[in-house]
């Protein structure tokens, strides 16, 4: 596992999800780090410079909850706060449920709870969804095709979708596209950078490591769904006394689209102690880049309000 640290003080741990890197915090890490705390922010596994399986078992809970409790045994650190957004806030959610003794608090960040429907495994209920229209799971769900054209063309790819899933674009743009489109194709055409919160340089790091990691690994994550959606079984109902925040924006697409009716609803009932719910307005699912000084503010704010109460 690749990872980057700066700064001491109280353990703050910072995941990622797909397409994103360590690097999606960099904002973060030093703003967190010049305030008093130790900041590490790993690149998750599969992607960047961490090691990626080849299979989709291999990004199951157990694997990467294994990971977050190795790196907190690597860095010698009992317990650490984890703040996680994406796949990310997936992978602190199993690990404050499972090992509740080596999380201080957790911060999510756009997806309020793990999806899970009990009737029915994840990629079975999207594999229906998408005999609609495009869906970018069900896309995702067989290799090789997405692993060959989003490698053919890393550049294009990310350039639209980082601007796709920002406060600027539409998602769900994309359900106007047919069964079968590719992701690429389904997606507009971004304005020319840098743009307000993306320079030319930023994006070519996501190049840089994609175009030399490739993109199954964190497609894998996807694939795993149904791995994780009978391991997260056991655990229908239970309640977890970890310290939550959650921060959200706007205009992300998870909030809009893949958690029901009342999202902060699900979080509650798995951690009764939400303490804090922020929402910035005008972003979408990059919050960290698009509204940096804004998450940065919460996060401090969240950070002190934990210190407090220890």
């Known amino acids: 596992m690749h990872y980057v640290e700066q700064g001491e003080g109280m353990p703050v741990v910072l995941c990622h999800g797909f397409p994103h890197l360590w690097f999606s915090w960099h904002r973060q890490i030093s703003a967190l780090a010049l305030a008093g705390y130790r900041v590490i922010a790993p690149d998750m596994r599969g992607m960047g410079q961490t090691e990626a399986p080849s ?17 907190l045994n690597h860095i010698d650190v009992e317990r650490a706060v984890f703040a996680g957004l ?7 959610y199993d690990l404050a449920l499972r090992h509740p003794e080596r999380v201080i608090a957790l911060i999510g960040l756009e997806n309020p709870a793990a999806p899970h429907n009990p009737d029915e495994p994840p990629l079975t209920e999207y594999r229906r969804m998408a005999q609609e229209h495009f869906l970018h799971i069900e896309y995702f769900r067989v290799p090789p095709r997405a692993d060959e054209e989003l490698a053919a ?32 194709d389904a997606m507009a055409e971004p304005p020319p950078l840098p743009w307000p919160w993306l320079s030319e340089l930023e994006l070519e790091y996501f190049v840089s490591e994609y175009s030399r990691s490739g993109f199954t690994g964190g497609l894998n994550w996807y694939r795993s ?13 239970v309640q977890s006394a970890v310290p939550a925040y959650f921060l959200g924006s706007e205009h992300d697409v998870d909030l809009e689209g893949f958690h029901g009716e009342d999202p902060i609803g699900l979080m509650r009932a798995i951690f009764v102690d939400l303490r804090a719910v922020r929402m910035i307005p005008g972003a979408g699912h990059m919050v960290q880049l698009e509204a940096s000084d804004a998450v940065n503010a919460v996060l401090l704010d969240y950070l002190q309000d934990i210190q407090r109460r220890l």
Do not use: C, M
């Not at 299979?55 to 790196?71: K, N, Q, R, V």
């Not at 350039?159 to 743009?173: E, I, M, P, Q, R």
């Not at 769904?225 to 109902?237: T, Y």
């Open 55 to 71: 299979e989709p078992s291999a990004y199951d809970i157990d694997h990467i909850t294994g990971d977050l409790l190795g790196l």
């Open 86 to 92: 994406d796949f990310g806030a997936f992978a602190i």
């Open 153 to 184: 063309q890393p550049r294009r790819f990310l350039h639209k979708v980082f601007h796709t899933l920002s406060g600027a674009g539409n998602y769900f743009d994309v359900f106007n596209y047919p069964p079968g489109t590719a992701y690429i």
């Open 225 to 237: 769904f149904d791995l994780k959606w009978a391991q997260r079984k056991p655990f229908e109902g």
